[in-house]
């Protein structure tokens, strides 16, 4: 008797859950907005959300493309996609936006996430800590970081060979360099006007970055708080750089297409991130053709550094559904995303920020013998200006160096000017 | 009788026979007709002008950064305008590109319009014209990235050919003395097929008996240009001069593509600080105050130009 009852409620409660499950109603249809960069088309960042759509099929995902000039704009265009009523949960950006975006309210703070979910422990212990670090301010973390992005110099193997030239030592000095620049350098019709040049750089930000870091210095201090434009490092730096165009002629002067020129052959050296690979697959170079070597140093001593930057996913403030939004994060860093950067195909061909990806066969294949020197060079290096008055520093930077640039002002003027004009905007804030 | 004369006369033979409640109503539904028809217009002038010129008015006299709520500051803005030294140099350079594209490309484009009017052939005239013209519809981005290469330093197709005559290259981009005169010269390349356009609407509107009968007179050409043709020209002139100089005030693209502002200031002009301000540093209440500030230099010019074109433009 005892067992026929038992099995009646067996029965019983397995037609309860069945009859539950059958009028339990589908969960309801959500829309989340993401935000990504237009420099690649809508099919590519799609790519992306393959496999994250099958497991939420109440998701649909409105993609919102905000063009990308520069981060500051960036940043404001989607501030005013906000305020025009556009509902947006997850955001891609990078480092330089993180401060101004978190300073302003915009995005929401993803420690509570990442203490919640026991998920993440291995994306915490995969990603370089470096570039988790950098995309935290006033000690919360407001992005999970994608990709990263340092910058070496770039050499084309075929125009050093044509040159009589090895490829270059990891620890080359000034000197060096400058021997392989003026090497390379040619006018080969003699009419005056060189047709391969040794070397190209312009007064950016992200091409002087590099050689202050060789030289011991930076832009500014670690917290960004003090200029170190003025310091002897920094100036000797600067000059060196400058030095390179007008007084060994070695690099072109003015605006030049140094992509298209390193391909051509008709430039030697050039300064790039990993994303450089990117545009020199289409161009029909292979990863046999070119490879990379750090900045070189005054004496050759010294640890190889230079800058970087990292870009990842956010969730808004806004956002009206932030688990959804948080899963879609967690999606976005996973593996099997992030792999899709190696082959350098997709919507970005920096390096992924997960390091257990970083001796990928694809990764390896789609790279140059040396890409490995990218990691080296971000263990030493320094991240790129992230302060919330980022742009009012670039402009500063790009007013006196563009003049510098153009040999209408000395170096030494440039960085006097540089140091009291950033002083005043630090104050300022 | 002409026609409003005509009117008049139908709607007081209408009202002669028609009671005045038909009147009222009739007069009722024209006018409602008349506001259907310009309410387009009118919709769109209160939404993309009036409303914005407004906010923008407004958003001057305070402190707001895009992200918090707006502080009311009265004219603090325009206080610190006025000892902001990167905007004096702004707008010093954005008064000499105004003075200098203004005179290029209203200057070149009546000399042009002159030219190709004299031409007889008529299919040479409209290809002149056409090919004049083209540079006009082509975006001032993609003028600007045109020149950027063409124009480059070491590369440049410009300095290639200049070095096979023998002359040195030219930092046409990249040396302050030379990017200003470079971005003159490419906003003229551009715009002057438009004012050609304008002069040769003028010029096809002269009355070709003015001309038989200065010819009996015995007047020569420069006679006839001086005397005729631009006295007659001088309304396209005057509108010419009022567009050229409204355009040059709110240049941006081609300076923010070729050379953004650089080297130095050389070549940053009022409408690029604002948008640094607005968009780079988020102060939207400063950039604001630019923004009025310009509308009134323009809004000024304009209304001097008008005045002044009393004086001298010829209608006939």
């Known amino acids: 008797m005892k067992s026929i009852l038992n099995r009646s409620i067996q029965i019983f409660v397995l037609l309860l859950l069945c009859t539950s499950a059958a009028v339990t109603p589908a969960q309801d249809e959500v829309t989340l907005g993401f935000v990504y960069g237009s420099f690649a088309p809508q099919e590519k960042w799609e790519a992306y959300f393959e496999g994250f759509l099958e497991a939420h099929p109440n998701v649909t995902i409105n993609y919102i493309p905000v063009p990308l000039d520069s981060w500051g704009d960036y940043t404001q265009k989607i501030v005013t996609t906000m305020l025009g009523g556009e509902q947006v949960d997850v955001i891609w950006n990078a480092i330089e936006a993180v401060p101004l975006m978190a300073e302003r309210g915009v995005l929401r703070e993803l420690d509570s996430f990442l203490d919640s979910d026991a998920d993440t422990q291995e994306f915490l212990d995969d990603v370089h800590p470096k570039l988790l670090e950098g995309l935290r301010w006033k000690d919360q973390q407001y992005l999970l970081p994608f990709a990263w992005n340092t910058t070496l110099i770039y050499y084309n193997k075929s125009v050093l060979e044509a040159a009589g030239l090895p490829e270059p030592p990891p620890d080359w000095t000034w000197d060096d360099f400058l021997e392989y620049a003026t090497t390379i350098t040619q006018d080969t019709d003699g009419d005056g006007i060189n047709d391969i040049w040794g070397f190209h750089h312009n007064a950016w930000l992200w091409h002087l970055g590099p050689w202050l870091v060789s030289n011991g210095s930076f832009f500014l201090n670690e917290d960004f708080s003090k200029p170190w434009y003025a310091r002897p490092e920094s100036i000797e730096a600067l000059q060196f750089a400058r030095d390179l165009i007008w007084e060994h002629g070695v690099g072109p002067s003015g605006s030049f297409n140094f992509r298209e020129a390193f391909v051509a052959g008709s430039l030697g050296m050039m300064i790039d991130s990993p994303a450089g690979r990117q545009r020199l697959i289409p161009a029909g170079m292979s990863a046999d053709d070119y490879d990379v070597v750090f900045f070189p140093t005054k004496s050759g001593e010294g640890a190889p550094g230079s800058q970087w930057g990292t870009d990842g996913y956010g969730i808004t403030k806004d956002s009206q559904h932030p688990d959804l939004a948080w899963e879609m994060v967690k999606h976005l860093v996973s593996v099997d995303v992030m792999s899709k950067l190696l082959s350098g195909e997709f919507a970005s061909a920096s390096a992924p920020a997960r390091q257990s990806l970083a001796a990928d066969p694809v990764l390896v294949a789609a790279s140059p013998a040396n890409y490995m020197r990218f990691y080296e060079a971000l263990e030493n290096g320094r991240t790129v200006i992230n302060a919330p008055y980022f742009a009012e520093l670039a402009e500063i930077h790009d007013r006196y160096m563009s003049q510098v640039w153009a040999n209408e002002m000395s170096v030494e003027e440039a960085a006097t000017s540089i140091q009291a004009d950033m002083e005043a905007v630090i104050a300022d804030n | ?316």
């Open chain 2, 1 to 316: 009788m002409r026609a409003p004369q005509m009117q008049e006369a139908a709607i007081r033979a209408r009202a002669a026979i028609l009671p005045r409640q038909r009147i009222n109503s009739l007069a009722l539904r024209e006018a409602a007709a008349g506001y259907f028809f310009i309410a387009p217009t009118l919709l769109s002038f209160l939404v993309f002008f009036l409303i914005p010129t407004i906010s923008g008015l407004g958003m001057s006299l305070f402190d707001w950064d895009f992200f918090s709520d707006p502080d009311f500051i009265g004219l603090e803005n325009f206080i610190e305008l006025s000892q902001d030294k990167l905007f004096l140099t702004t707008l010093k350079n954005t008064a000499l590109f105004a003075v200098l594209a203004t005179a290029g490309n209203v200057g070149l484009g009546m000399f042009i319009a002159i030219g190709i009017n004299s031409i007889q052939w008529g299919w040479l005239k409209a290809c002149l014209r056409t090919a004049y013209f083209i540079p006009f519809v082509i975006s001032t981005v993609v003028v600007a990235l045109m020149f950027g290469f063409l124009l480059q330093e070491s590369t440049g197709v410009v300095n290639y050919y200049l070095a096979r005559l023998g002359i040195d290259r030219i930092p046409w981009l990249s040396s302050s003395r030379w990017a200003f005169r470079s971005i003159v010269l490419i906003d003229v390349w551009k715009h002057v097929g438009f004012f050609t356009l304008i002069f040769l609407a003028g010029l096809q509107a002269i009355p070709s008996e003015l001309y038989e009968a200065a010819l009996v007179d015995g007047a020569g050409r420069r006679v006839r240009l001086t005397r005729i043709t631009i006295p007659l020209l001088t309304p396209s002139l005057f509108f010419s001069l009022i567009i050229a100089l409204i355009g040059a005030f709110q240049v941006f693209e081609s300076m923010y593509v070729l050379t953004n502002g650089g080297p130095g200031d050389a070549t940053r002009t009022v409408v690029m600080l604002l948008y640094r301000e607005a968009f780079g540093s988020f102060n939207m209440g400063y950039a604001a105050s630019m923004a009025v500030l310009l509308f009134f230099i323009i809004l000024t010019l304009t209304v001097t130009q008008v005045r002044l074109g009393d004086r001298w433009v010829f209608y006939r």
